[in-house]
């Protein structure tokens, strides 16, 4: 059976036993004076990891896995310099390929006329 996910445990089913390496369960336990998350091995290997003390280092290292807002305006810049760039040169590209469909175009429009004209066969017009 698949571990759901809940709210006030967010590292079920993710969190893996530093013992059999299998996932890791959560539930409520109660201490002296109250209910208090604990992350437990499935296998019976005593391995119980407090959540609340999980949480905080989980909270951390999203902390550390932020970007500041000067970076992020530093990698937007970087972006749209980027995607400037390439919406250039596919610019130039659209415009060298325009002209050489206006090249092919051209050369059509003389190939009819000079079979309209009668100046060139049926075979050389089909080639």
Known sequence: MKSQSKEEFPLRGI???PGCGRKMTAGWTKDELKYCIYY????????????????DKLKQLLHYLSFTKLQIEKINRQ???????TVDIRKKQLAVKEEQFKAGESKIMRAEEKFMNDEINDTTYKK
């Open 79 to 85: 972006v749209t310099k980027g995607l400037k760039e």
């Open 15 to 17: 969190l893996k036993s």
């Open 40 to 55: 437990r091995c499935i296998e019976p290997s005593n391995v119980n990891i407090s959540g609340a003390m999980l949480h």
